[in-house]
């Protein structure tokens, strides 16, 4: 008698493939799901690998474009960071996963889902959270945080050991000392002259990239980023060493690379800070950091985060324009921005002409801010007096 | 009769050399300072000139070491930076500049002070509410501002024409078509060919750092000591150099990070006054610290009061760039960023390449990072359960949310 059927996030790998045996093991039907969200993979042959070990059906999703649209796009108009370095690469993607997860659970009946992030990390929270958030009677499977699991399972050893004893083919390459998750990126450092190029962005996001050089252009979202991937992988552009604070509540080391990410928050920021006012811009960047935090700990689909990145697409309305910059050897410089809709305004602010100003008008500003500290000096002493 | 003594901020440059000989013309006793804060000076020749041009007394200070202890220091411990990229080099150097004006001008029993700073720009609001936070009693002279100065003095021409009547030595080298302001933490650029947004800088804009095209093909390697969130060591760890004094570090940062390029920007900001102007900085010292810095102060601070602190450093440098650094509520955040720094101490190691700053690695005796606690080989003082737990309880929300209102977004 089947326990029920459970859908499992499937990688083709190691872990998700024991997972996959052992669910059936433990009396359940597996449907195995796999998103294309941009890693190198071959989905054919994970496809058909999950055949061969017995799942009833094999859902291979390609969410690339929908992964840019509706997750890397908010997160670039937000100019999301976490805790001022990481441009949340995982973060963002583990929704987009686990939503199309639980749409398939639905349509397939599926009691369950299940996953194989580990029990000490942050990955687990953002699929689980997605999953309740939107289905909220689902029953999640998670065997990295069950004991009779990962006791049975308590190293690399002894999931190859069970790989071959049901069949699973094993990996013949020995795996790298680290952990990987996500898209791979090469990147080398020679050779490659300084590139410029044009972003052209609207409401916040881009839409189109040219190359200055070769008049190359893009402008799908999906395009656009691919490129952008491109152009930065080959100039070393996004890497960055950390310790950041988990969810879960320890630090814990990671570097990542990401490169069209990278230029497009430059980009974004400059665009955005020509085109918006001063003080929406105050408001919009602590909100900014707000989303950063709900995304990275797992609350995209939340009624706080459906409303910041509603606040946030708000303030995108005017940023607008086209930035131009260039890339090389791990850097990204700005080089100019023009936009029809920037509250820049070259003659108020030169130095040449005098413009809509009276310069009597800065002594009366100056003179307002200065009453406050003027009477704090006069009644309680200097603010500070070493300092 | 002499209207009074006045402490004219001076610079050498035609400017205030102008100014200094209108404020004795409209009969004010001028007394000239010129501090050194770290920019490329011929400082003799500009107190020679100050006083053949009338000044009655000439103070040249030497203020770049209490400049890095006093103001870039504090700047790191808060990771400032206005607007998401711009180091405050000119913002923090006001306040230091214009503490020892005010300290002369008492010391002198002069009534006024003045400066060349624009009336379109921040600069002086940061001189001016310092001195009247330090010197409430302080009148201050800003010609820029005075009707009768800025109409006759319409542009460089007639500032020239005036010079040469007054015989004020005038500089034989043609202006570079922008405007520049130097220390020891930066230079900033702004201001003619460069009012342009779309303008790129010309390549031979820089002046502190090198193109990284031109740079050499090997990284510097350097391992820089915290204590207190401040830096106390910097090693190169392949010649062995070290440096352990502010200004002695600070200078040798500033020479690392220059030789690779290190620390550029191009960016249009919010001025205090209201409107918008482009501007381009190198910061090449003070990027490597920034990068350091945010890397130790993560890997021993508690995350919670990193948060806490963030936001306070984001107000922090607001404050600074307005030129509130002397206010109460500066202080007030200055001394929450000093407490939330007490546990940031260790060493970071990093190479710099290529206009790029690269953390390869990090210790300290002060840490909180457990690696038994994150590693995948061991389960060390964790159970995994307690993470279902966790999960559940903040699930608890989102699925009451959406049995009783709906789905948080449908579409997105």
């Known amino acids: 008698m089947s326990k029920g059927t459970v859908v499992l996030a499937y990688s083709g790998g190691l872990d998700t493939s024991c997972i996959l045996v052992w669910l059936k093991e433990e009396g359940y039907d597996v449907i195995t799901y796999l998103a294309n969200i941009g890693q190198e993979e ?66 397939q009946g599926a009691q369950f889902v299940s996953h194989g992030a580990t029990g000490k990390g942050n990955d687990q929270v953002r699929f689980e959270l997605t999953c309740y958030a939107m289905y909220p009677e689902v029953k999640i499977i998670a065997p990295w945080r069950i004991p009779e699991f ?8 002894d999931l190859m050991e069970y790989a071959e004893k049901h069949g699973i083919p094993v990996p013949v390459t020995p795996k790298a000392p680290w952990s990987m998750d996500c898209c791979e990126v090469a990147m080398r450092l020679d050779g490659w002259p300084r590139l410029t190029g044009s972003i052209c962005i609207h409401t916040g996001v881009p839409v189109k990239v040219i190359n200055v050089k070769d008049g190359q252009s893009k402008d799908t979202p999906l395009g656009i980023f691919s490129y952008l991937n491109e152009i930065g992988g080959r100039h070393g552009v996004g890497r960055i060493d950390i310790v950041e604070n988990r969810f879960i509540g320890m630090k814990s080391r990671g570097i990542y690379e990401t490169p069209g990410g990278t230029i497009l928050y430059h980009a974004h920021l400059d665009i955005e800070t020509f085109t918006m006012d001063r003080e929406v811009r105050r ?31 708000k303030s995108q309305e005017n940023v607008e324009g086209k930035v131009q910059l260039s890339v090389f050897k791990g850097q990204v410089y700005i080089l100019g921005r023009e936009s029809p809709r920037s ?40 603010a500070s007096s070493n300092r």
């Open 42 to 107: 071959d989905f054919d042959a994970a496809k058909k690998k999950a055949e061969s070990l017995g799942a009833k059906k094999v859902f291979i999703e390609d969410l690339r474009a929908e992964f840019v649209e509706e997750f890397i796009w908010p997160s670039v108009q937000a100019n999301a960071i976490y805790e001022d370095r990481y441009l949340l690469g995982t973060s963002v993607a583990r929704p987009c996963i686990a939503r199309r997860q639980v749409q398939i659970a639905r349509q």
């Open 150 to 157: 990962y006791n049975r399972f308590r190293g690399r050893k």
């Open 283 to 313: 408001i919009k960047q602590g909100l900014g950091i707000k989303f950063s935090e709900m995304v990275y700990n797992g609350f995209w689909y939340s009624p706080e985060c459906d409303f910041v990145r509603h606040c946030i697409d």
């Open 343 to 382: 509250l820049y305004n070259e003659e108020l602010v030169s130095m040449d002409v005098q413009g809509d100003y009276d310069p009597c008008d800065a002594s009366g500003f100056i003179k307002i801010n200065a009453v406050r500290l003027r009477e704090h000096h006069r009644l309680q002493g200097e």
